[in-house]
């Protein structure tokens, strides 16, 4: 059995380790609160906007001559994949690496290309894949002005067919305990086609026409759409490392209770094999 004073440390290291989880799990809580109000009241509008120019471009006769919506054969693809730059938020990250890698192994005959957002990911997917940029510094000031700058880049790249394809890869947020992996379609916007009751469709009244309408929305429509995919990533990081860091704060809670046990069965040890040995000297002076 441990002597006494190495397991006392251990306590002290076990009870200082749970503090810090705790304070780290409140943070998040905090952080948390603003993140999910963000997303809740961006989610219906990004949705509703994507819905718009799914219905419109469904109906417009040139939209495979629109430079988001023309469809390419599929030889080189770029995946957006977005994790976070801080670690302790459980699987996280690795779930984001994980859906990568495997769409990487399906697509093994096509060019794969990674935009990276988050230091994480940029550093585990720099080892094994093609990560063309990275841009780390957005959750830094997570606002519409620097997601639109990355999601700029992407249009403009695909735009000049350096890419065929582009697709969002991230956590998309449900709860504190619950985050789904997500990916997403973002280019080419895809119409839609498939209408399956016609008396739900919209007949929309253009002014000045269709065509300008669907090239002013569709790069808004873009941007939007990824600004939201960063805000339910940046959720989904807070409520996992909240869940992660209380996992971890009632695991050192029995440790350390596990740990108290063995210093006190010791200790009572220690107490009874110095009373045996007084007991036992008293008896041989009685000799």
Do not use: W
């Not at 093609?130 to 639109?148: A, R, T, W, Y």
């Not at 704060?249 to 110095?274: C, F, H, M, P, V």
């Amino acid at each position: 059995m441990a002597n006494l004073k190495e397991i006392r440390n251990r306590i002290a290291s076990v009870s200082s380790t749970m503090q810090i989880t705790s304070a780290m799990k409140m943070v998040s809580a905090a952080k948390l609160k603003k993140a999910t109000d963000a997303i809740s009241q961006m989610r219906p509008y990004s949705d509703k906007l994507t819905e718009l120019i799914q219905n419109l471009s469904s109906s417009f006769e040139n939209s495979n001559e629109n430079l988001y919506t023309k469809i390419r054969p599929l030889k080189k693809v770029l995946l957006v994949a977005i994790t976070s730059n801080r670690g302790l938020c459980g699987g996280f990250n690795s779930n984001i690496i994980r859906a990568v890698n495997e769409i990487s192994k399906k697509n093994q005959e096509k060019k794969i290309y990674i935009l990276s957002i988050g230091k994480k990911g940029t550093d585990l997917l720099s080892k094994k894949h093609n990560v063309i940029s990275s841009h780390n510094e957005v959750f830094d000031n997570l606002n519409h002005e620097n997601s639109s700058s990355i999601a700029h880049l992407i249009m403009k790249a695909f735009s000049e067919e350096e890419y065929d394809s582009v697709q969002l890869i991230y956590n998309r947020f449900k709860n504190a305990a619950t985050q789904i992996v997500t990916t997403e379609p973002y280019l080419p916007i895809v119409p839609q086609s498939n209408i399956e009751d016609k008396k739900h469709s919209v007949d929309y009244i253009y002014e000045p026409s269709q065509e300008k309408i669907i090239d002013e929305l569709l790069p808004k429509a873009l941007k939007t759409q990824l600004l939201k995919s960063l805000k339910d990533s940046f959720a989904s990081e807070h409520g996992a490392r909240m869940t992660a860091m209380h996992k971890a704060t009632d695991n050192a809670q029995e440790l350390r209770d596990q740990l108290k046990l063995s210093y006190n069965q010791a200790r009572q040890a220690s107490i009874t094999g110095e009373i045996l040995e007084i007991v036992g000297g008293a008896e041989a002076l009685n000799k």
